[in-house]
């Protein structure tokens, strides 16, 4: 009898920094490997094809598509050629599809994509990692238990980190190409949102500003002008509130990520530190996650070490979570698991960034239950 785990033949659409994360976790999976890569650049295809050993560079999206031996589908291009590549994939050859976030960075492409979601036949994945990182899963745990905080009533996010990271093309410079920062990089903060409350959001008010970073660079297309620190308010249907303080000149932090839940009984927080690869070496070792525990009565919080797997972590910059997340991906390509993050979610998510980026051009809250960024509309599985 044959144990031997079915062969996962991957397809990769875009192979620069996030990409070769991508790789590299696809590679700890067994019974998995790639076999056609789209990679315009060349130093970024030469980096993955040395990753990749045995695939084979395509010249195109369609024919990555179209080859026989590819069985889903990775899309980890720039955010701005999400929901073309959707478009076209569905047109071409419906595979299952890992979906990096954001799933698209424009109004008009949630509803279109929205509609593509109910008649795609395959499954489609949004990819947010930050669910999977340990100490993230271990909190999400403390709260649907309910054991040591009850209800969740409060929820606070706050990520001090560096600022963005240099992209092929600098298209992560301009708010056109990303869909601003409280899309590209918070649509991630607003699915957690969502994953822990448990309810739907109906307002959300952000203040924010362009006040330190990149404000010296200049390219083709101008000064960029991405949001660098903001606050963000989250109101929700079930009466919960949600807090994200995002600052992106902070990465002197201990952690880069802390999310702190409360209701009635208690609070439990989590602290996510950044990637290993940024830790100051004459600091000894990087900090471990953390999840803390911290009961009303009787009072005394009690703290629990989360480390990750080393492999995992050694893997990328997210706190392990990709190869978890590819674990899951992997199970439901092979007919053994179920989506747990489906392309409503990922746009969902895209709705609140970008109500969240007008709300901080107008200085307005902005309705999420009516008008032109209601979540209506996207099936609700709360």
């Known amino acids: 009898m044959n144990n031997e785990p079915l062969q996962v033949r991957y397809g990769i659409i875009g192979c620069g920094m996030m990409g070769q994360e991508h790789l590299r976790n696809i590679a700890l999976l067994p019974g998995a490997r790639v076999t056609r890569i789209f990679e315009p650049d060349e130093a970024m295809a030469a980096s993955s094809l040395a990753l990749a050993q045995g695939a084979v560079r395509a010249t195109s999206l369609a024919e990555v598509v179209s080859s026989a031996d590819v069985d889903c589908l990775l899309i980890a291009s720039p955010n701005f050629c999400h929901a073309d590549q959707l478009r076209e ?17 424009r109004l008009s492409d949630v509803r279109d994509l929205a509609a593509l979601s109910a008649s795609y036949p395959a499954p489609i994945w949004v990819a947010m990692e930050y669910r999977y990182m340990p100490p993230v899963t271990r909190l999400t745990e403390e709260v649907r238990s309910g054991a040591h905080i009850g209800a969740l009533t409060m929820l606070s996010i706050r990520e001090h980190r560096f600022p963005f990271l240099v992209k092929v093309g600098d298209w992560n410079r301009f708010n056109r190409y990303t869909g601003g920062t409280l899309v590209e990089k918070c649509c991630h903060f607003f699915d957690l949102m969502r994953h822990l409350v ?9 203040s924010a500003g362009v006040d330190h970073n990149h404000l010296d660079e200049r390219y083709p297309d101008g000064t960029p002008d991405i949001l660098d620190n ?10 919960q509130r949600a807090l994200l303080e995002l600052c992106m000149f902070a990465e002197g932090s201990r ?3 802390e999310i702190t839940v409360v209701g009635p009984l208690g609070k ?17 070792e990087p900090p471990v996650p953390k999840v803390v525990i911290s009961p009303r009565h009787p009072k005394g919080p009690r703290e629990l070490d989360v480390p990750v797997d080393p492999i ?27 989506i747990e993050v489906n392309l409503e979610d990922g746009l969902a998510a895209v709705l609140m960034g970008l109500a969240a980026q007008e709300s901080a051009r107008t200085g307005q809250a902005i309705s999420l239950v009516e008008g032109e960024y209601s979540l ?5 599985k709360h």
């Open 89 to 105: 994939i569905a047109s071409i050859r419906p595979l299952p599809v890992l979906l990096e976030k954001p799933a698209c960075t």
């Open 198 to 206: 448990r309810s739907e959001p109906i307002r959300i008010y952000a």
């Open 230 to 239: 903001a606050y963000v308010i989250v109101d929700f249907a079930g009466g």
């Open 255 to 257: 952690y880069q990520e």
């Open 268 to 284: 439990a927080e989590c602290f996510v530190p950044g990637p290993g690869r940024f830790w100051p070496a004459d600091l000894g």
């Open 312 to 338: 995992a972590l050694a893997a990328g910059d997210h706190n392990g979570s990709t190869l978890y997340q590819h674990q899951r991906f992997n199970a439901v390509v092979r007919g053994k698991g179920h």
């Open 376 to 380: 209506k509309g996207l099936p609700s």
